[in-house]
Structures are given as C-alpha cells and as structure tokens.
C-alpha cells in the first residue's frame, strides 16, 4: 500500500509500485481529467505537478511520488473559484477538442509559478512540451498572457 | 433531413412494436443509461415537436446535437441553428449528445458537413417549435398569433409575457408546421456571432468525457496486441505469462472480423490500465505474417512511379492536350510525392461495450455513431435495433474516428468475457493500426508555345482508393475522392487532360481531414508555380490570369448542386489573401513569401505564407495571411479556430508527415517518430473571411490543403529550392 497525497487530500492506493502515476490517478483514484496521449513523456497530455512542480504522469512511478504533494487538474480550483489560468482558458475560447488542455494548462500554471509575466519566447519554451494536434497553440499563449496578467499564476 | 416530423407519446408506443425499444431509448436520448456524471440526468419532457427540442414543464430547454463534437464547433454549431429560430438564449438551454438514430438523418460527423447540411433542417427545427409555442399562448391569451414575438425563451405580447415552459403542455397538443417561416438572416441573433464551444468550462477543468474516460460497474480496461502487418495471423501466444500479472483478469484471441475492418490480435483484460498494458507486454506473440509482409515503402513508391508511366483513366478533358503537347514551343513536366501519413489525433480510439443477451450498449468516441451501430450488430450477429451507440465527446478526430473498428473490437470484448469492456488503444496502436492518408504519385505537364503562352495542363494522379480498405472495395480512386482536387482544377489552358490510377494497397486507406485534397493541393498549386516561373510570371499574379473570368464549373454528377464552384470566388480569397500578406513587397535575403489556394468541400481558401530558411537550411514560418470564404458564418469564433489549426495540421504534415513500411508493417510508432508541429514552430496566422454568398459550406478541413504548397512554394521563393517530395524532413533546405 502506497499513500499519495492527492489535490491536499491523504489517499491510499494498493498499486503495483512501478504504475505510472497516471494510471494510479485514472484507475485507481478514478481522477480522469489527466489524460494519457503517449505513454512515453513525449506530449505532455498527462501533466499534473508533484510538490509544485510540472512532471509526465505517464512516466512517473507512483513509487517515486509517495507521500509527496500531487496536484491534478481536479485540484487547481479553489472550491467553485477557478484558478486564474482556467479562467483565462475559458475567456480566450482556447480549446478546440480539448483532450491535450488539462496537461497544457497543467504546464501553463507552472510556468506562471515561476515567471508571472512571461514573453511569447518564454511561453513558447516552457510550453513546447505540450502537443495540441487541434493546433490551438496561439490561443493556449493568449491565455496565458491574459493570465499573467491577473494576480494568479501560482499553484 | 429536410422536414420536421412530430414524434408523439402515442407514436412512440406504436413505433416501440415495430422496431424493438432502441427508438424509445433514440428519441429519449437515453440519458438514464449514461454512468452518473456522464450527461444531464433523465427528466420527462412534456413538449417534443421534433427530435431536436424538447421543454419541459419545468422550463428547460433541451436540445439535442446529432453531430460529434471532435473540437471543430459541430455540437456547437448545431444548438445555435436551433437556438437561433427557437429564439432562445444558448446558456439557458441543457444540451445532450443524441444516441446514433436514423431519424436524426445523417450523424456522420465527417466531409465538412455539419453545418453545410444542417443549416435548414436544424432551423427549421427550431422554428417549427417556436410557431408551436406562440400559437399556444395566442390560444391561451385569445389573441392573434401574428401579434405574438418572442424573445429569450418567452412568448411575447404587449405587456404579457409566458415562459415557453409554461405552454409546453398545450403547444404539444398542436399540429407541427410543415413549413414554418426562418428568420430572415439579417435578424439573427446568435449565428454570425463568436460563440464559445459548448464543453469548454468543463474541459477547463477536467470534467469533459471523452471515449477514454467512461466508467461502468464491474469494467475490464483491454489492450490489444494486434498484427504488426496487415491480414496477419496469430501463431502462437504465452496467456499463461500475461495472466501471472497481477490484475490481468482474462486473455482473448481476436480474429478479423468480416467486413475487414479488425485485424488479427491478442487482448489482455485487467481492472487497470497498466496492468493490461503489462500483460500485453509478456504474451511473446508470434505471427503469421501473412501476404504483405514483403513490403516496403522503396517498393511502393518504386509500383506508384511504374504505374504512373502508363496512361490512365481520363478523368477529363478540353481541346486536345497531346495535339498540344505536339504544337508547343516546349513541355514543362514535374513529379510529386506524397507518403502515407496518420492522423494522430490526442486521444487515440477508446470505446467502452456491454453486452446483455442480445443487447449492446456502446460508449464511443466516435465520428460515425450509425455506423458504429451497424457494424457493432453485424460483428454481434444481434438486430440493429438491440445497439445503442453513446457518443463522447471525441478527443480529435480528423477522420480516424469515423472508422468503427474500435467499437467492433470492444463489443467481441465485451460479449466473450462477459463484463463490460473500455477498449483503449495505445498512441503505438493508433500510429501502427490506422487507415492512412494515401499515399500519390502525381505527373502534372503544361505545353508552352512559342510566345511563352501555357496552352495545356496535363495532370495523373495515382493513388490507392479508399474502397481499398473495405473488402468489397477496388482500388482505382472513385470519383469523388478525384473532385478533391484533380477535376475541380479551375484554370482555363484551352487543352486539358486528367487522368487517374490506382494501385493496390499493403495498408488500410481512411479519411484524413481534407483527404486527397492532402496531396492534391501540393501538386496542382507547386506546379503552378513553378510554371509561373518556368514563363516569368508573378505567382500569384499569373493564377489569378489563368483563373481568367469568373465561371461556374459544373459537377457533371451534380448539375443542380446548391453549392456550384464559382472561380470568381477563388479569386476574390486569392486576391484578398495577396493584399493581407502584401504580395509582392521586397523579402530580406532567404526568406519569402508563398502564394496558394484551393477549392474544397465547397469552400475557398487561400493563403500566403512568410518563411525564411537560415544557411543551416533551419525553416522559420513566421505568417500565414488566410482568406476563407465559406458562405454565411454560424460561428466566427470557430471558423478563426478551424483556419489555425488547419494551418497547424498542414504544417506537421509539410514538415513531418510520413508513414514509412518495413517488412509490411509501419515503421513509426510515437510522436518521436512521427512528429507533429509543436507552439514554437507556430507563425503567427490572420485569418479574413468573406461571406461570399448565402449558402454555408465546410470549414473543418479547407484550410489544410493550401497550406502546404503555401509553405512549399515560400521555401521555393526564400532559397529557389522546389519542393516536390513531402515531408520536409530528411531534406536538406538549400
């Protein structure tokens, strides 16, 4: 049995200990807005962030994250308040299919955590992880843009 | 369809006799069957005057989206035609998914159709509705109905106002208008106007379900490891090393499936993801390659190159191109090449299927719910009647899930092991099992005379047919997949001649967004640049030239098509595109601009692109100017989103878009090998529209094939580098 801490909540899981996080979010903690794409850290669909920082679910061990602090998309809203860059998503029409977006804005919170007012040039280098195949990525860097510009961006 | 019919209680009951209970569960919607979470819960309507509205005493507005919604705005689009005349605000009505029913019409979410074919037959929905509630409140109230309005969900009249809830219960009493008046378009309210996409809050948030994330009691999640070449067969499989994983719950043999659209495969059942995935890993599956595994993408471009020596079928022809070809000054020839490519959509094809007796329930991220439904029943051997096909919202599409393939496999799942069964397929599986974009050999020819006038167009196309994938299908192209491109050339040499091919196929043929357009685009339109230049013409300049005055090509299978190709229109989106990216400015050393434009699915598109390429040979695409004319806009929001991702999608595949075989099977498996345009390779993208009459037509996909030879042909004008081979990749940009 491994203990996780997920979106502040203690939960425990009886995971083989070498499961991605991802499947441990999606299977076990029936969290299924963290998508897989991949499988193999190549798009960034599976983004969620461990201790604050943005990791590839889909390659992370669950083993490797025990008993530190796992924020998923479910987790970012604060109750009904949704987080300044699910707004900004929201305003700027960002989405088309959408299954890549709870990784981008996954990454999108991140970057703002460490760089509030980013340049596109910063945008488009923490964000290059990220694979849209709908192609929504000038309205993704609009929104965080318009986010950078509200008092958010941290997780 | 074209007409709205009245479906009442008592209907219901008499058509239930007949046809089995599905219809009940079709025109219910069937929200009670979806798992809690899934969609609005099931409430009793008490007004349904068409399978597309229902008010509830309680006042809600329910409409129902009959399309898919793969990111494109379909779903949207659909409630704002039936919003629009039922003169209702879109935040205030609940929206459901309908089930895959006939009586919906056509469902296939697929050709740019969505709003081209809805855009009567939803609003007249709509405004049969409306009628229905006015004439109820002028009843009730005693006066004239032509006195009535109505306005955000009310019946209006003087200082009276009724909400249309609360005349629910006597306008279903009422007669449905047969042919009940539209808006005129002047007075629309909500089509014409940005709309968001109806599942954006939720996907903000990671609420949206797509195909992968449905949940059912008792689910087993399968994989399946499948013959790495096509009509392939199973030797021999360890079950026992794939059932000692813990988890791993079952191991099935799957063999194809009679309409060939399921290969020969080992599934692994577990109650988790990974688990399966892990047993799949161990079942040291040995094949039987079968007939195809002797190819090579060499040897397939080596038989397109060898039958496009031949002479082909002539596809059409005006004046006599070889008297011509005899008479001219000289005879400028070019070859291009196209691969395979694959779609890659985000979310690769996921289906969940439970099987009861006789019964199918499938939850499917799906672009063709019907079918789905037909295919699922046939694969069953159980009445069509007795599936019910959930649509999710789709996690892309771009024509891979209109196959439905996934949901047969997931149903035999389902059926053998007795449980329901989420089948997820991997993004290996996706690269490796899917229904590709053909690949094309093409020879295009002009004859110039002596004063360096072109006088004929010779063009070959060869390819696979789609009818290939399907096994009573042939492989010469049909003729609607030669109108993407090759017939619809719009320029006037006095001498033409078109012709196709078609050559067998080692891999299934599918729907790739905007399909032969693809391959048909890069040929026609680098061509006439370089022809443009072979004569010392502008370009741009010289399209629009050999466009000459605006005419209506006739569609010789379709005289009477609503949507006639009017190359004045062409011109008006090329000429438009040229202003925006101001052609003809002077360019920076190695960068330049690039002119295209293409008819498709009944829309014009044109573009120019801006590109350098530094002395590495390194491709920056800084702008891409995009005129579309698509006829009247429902949603400008999605239309400006449909231009940038076709846009992106053209790109990946100019740079990147290539399916190589190896001993028959495809070589790339993931996005490292089958890469896709990432935010940096992004340019910046304006986006103008001209509403150039009033008949829509698609948007989806037209924005695709102009890309490419935009791009191409600015590579051409930034280095004198001709791009005749796609992908970019593996050459080296002079």
């Known amino acids: 049995m491994l203990t996780l801490l997920v979106n502040g909540e203690r939960r425990t899981v009886d995971a083989d200990p070498a499961m991605p996080l991802l499947w441990v979010l999606r299977d076990l903690l029936h969290l299924k807005g963290t998508k897989y794409a991949c499988g193999a850290g190549l798009c960034g669909s599976c983004t969620v962030h461990v201790d604050g920082e943005p990791v590839r679910s889909c390659i992370t061990t669950v083993e490797s994250v025990a008993g530190r602090a796992v924020t998923t998309i479910e987790g970012l809203a604060d109750g009904e308040r949704l987080h300044p860059v699910q707004k900004a998503w929201i305003e700027e029409n ?15 919170v991140a970057l703002l955590a460490r760089t509030p007012k980013p340049t596109d040039e910063e945008i488009d280098a923490a964000m290059s992880g990220n694979i849209c195949r709908c192609g929504t990525y000038l309205r993704i860097r609009e929104a965080i843009h318009a986010a950078s510009g509200s008092d958010g961006g941290g997780s | 369809m074209s007409s709205v019919t009245k479906v009442s209680r008592r209907s219901f009951v008499q058509t239930t006799g007949l046809a089995g209970s599905a219809l009940i569960l079709g025109v219910r919607s069937g929200r009670a069957a979806f798992p809690s979470g899934f969609g609005a819960e099931e409430s009793a309507a008490t007004f349904e005057p068409n399978v597309f509205v229902a008010i509830g005493e309680d006042g809600v507005v329910q409409l129902t989206a009959h399309r898919s919604e793969l990111g494109q705005g379909g779903k949207t689009a659909c409630c704002m035609l039936l919003a629009e005349e039922l003169d209702v605000d879109i935040a205030d009505v609940r929206v459901v998914q309908a089930l895959a029913d006939p009586k919906y019409g056509r469902q296939h979410t697929a050709g740019s159709t969505t709003v081209r074919l809805n855009w009567v037959p939803l609003r007249r929905a709509g405004a049969a509705a409306r009628e229905m509630l006015v004439e109820a409140a002028a009843l009730r109230w005693g006066v004239s109905a032509a006195d009535c309005r109505t306005g955000s969900g009310y019946v209006l009249h003087g200082s009276d106002r009724l909400a249309y809830g609360e005349l629910a219960v006597e306008a279903a009493e009422l007669p449905v208008p047969d042919r009940p008046a539209l808006k005129d378009p002047g007075d629309f309210k909500i089509v014409g106007t940005p709309q968001r996409l109806l599942d954006t809050e939720d996907i903000a948030q990671g609420k949206a379900v797509y195909g992968y994330d449905v949940e059912l009691p008792d689910l087993l999640i399968a994989s399946i490891e499948r013959s790495p070449v096509p009509k392939g067969a199973v030797r021999s499989f360890n079950a026992a090393a794939a059932l000692s994983v813990a988890d791993v719950v079952e191991v099935i043999e799957l063999e194809p499936n009679s309409s060939g659209l399921t290969s020969a495969g080992v599934a692994v059942l577990a109650t988790n993801t990974w688990a399966a995935m892990q047993g799949r890993a161990a079942l040291a599956i040995e094949w039987e390659p079968g007939p195809l595994a002797t190819e090579t993408s060499d040897a397939r471009r080596e038989e397109l190159e060898r039958i496009a020596a031949q002479p082909g079928e002539v596809a059409r022809s005006e004046g006599d191109f070889d008297t011509a070809a005899a008479a001219a000054d000289r005879v400028f020839e070019a070859t291009y090449h196209a691969p395979y490519a694959v779609h890659a959509m985000m979310e690769p094809p996921a289906c969940t299927a439970r099987v009861d007796g006789d019964r199918c329930e499938v939850w499917s991220a799906t672009q063709a719910p019907q079918w789905t439904a037909g295919e699922v029943a046939q694969a069953l051997g159980i009445p069509l009647g007795n599936v019910t096909v959930h649509v999710t919202l789709v996690g892309g599409g771009f024509g891979r899930k209109s196959k439905p393939d996934y949901a047969v496999e997931a149903a035999l799942l389902a059926r053998k092991s007795g449980r329901p069964v989420k089948l997820l397929w991997t993004r290996e599986d996706e690269i490796r099992h899917g229904f590709y974009r053909a690949e094309s050999y093409q020879v295009l020819k002009a004859t110039i005379d002596a004063e360096n006038q072109p006088t004929g167009w010779f063009h070959r196309t060869v390819f696979p047919g789609i009818g290939w994938a399907f096994p009573a299908g042939g492989t010469p192209p049909s003729s609607g997949e030669l109108t993407q491109g090759l017939t619809t050339m719009p320029y006037q040499f006095p001498n033409v001649r078109l012709e196709s091919a078609g050559v067998p196929s080692s891999v299934r043929i599918g729907w790739m967004r905007s399909v032969c357009n693809t391959f048909h685009a890069p040929a026609i339109q680098g061509f006439m640049d370089e022809l443009a230049h072979e004569v010392g013409r502008d370009p741009f300049e010289f399209q629009m030239e050999m466009l000459g005055a605006p005419r209506i090509l006739v569609d010789e299978e379709d005289p ?28 920076p050393d190695r960068r330049g601009l690039g002119f295209a434009m293409h008819y498709s699915f009944y829309s014009y598109a044109a573009m120019v692109a801006d590109v350098s390429v530094d002395s590495d040979g390194e491709l920056t695409v800084h702008q891409v100017d995009v005129a579309i004319d698509c006829g009247p806009i429902v949603n400008p929001n999605a239309v400006e989103a449909q231009m940038q991702g076709a846009v992106a999608m053209g790109l990946s595949l100019a740079k990147y878009g290539r399916i190589t075989l190896r001993d028959g099977a495809v070589v790339q498996g993931n996005f490292n090998d089958y890469p896709v345009v990432r935010m940096s390779e992004m340019p910046k993208i304006n986006v103008r529209m001209i509403e150039g009459n009033d008949v829509p037509t698609g948007i989806g996909e037209p924005g695709v094939p102009p890309t490419m030879p935009a791009v191409t042909n600015a590579i051409f ?18």
């Not at chain 1, 960002?94 to 981008?104: D, E, L, M, R, V």
């Not at chain 2, 609503?562 to 002077?586: H, N, S």
């Not at chain 2, 004008?717 to 002079?734: F, K, V, W, Y």
């Open chain 1, 94 to 108: 960002t989405a088309q299919c959408g299954y890549c977006h709870p990784g981008q804005i996954m990454s999108a």
């Open chain 2, 560 to 587: 009477n098509s609503p949507y006639p190709y009017d190359t004045g229109r062409l011109r008006a989106v090329g000429e438009l595109a040229a202003e925006m990216a101001g052609w003809g400015r002077r360019m």
């Open chain 2, 717 to 734: 004008a930034a280095t004198g580098m001709r791009i005749r081979d796609l992908p970019l990749e593996g050459q080296h940009l002079g």
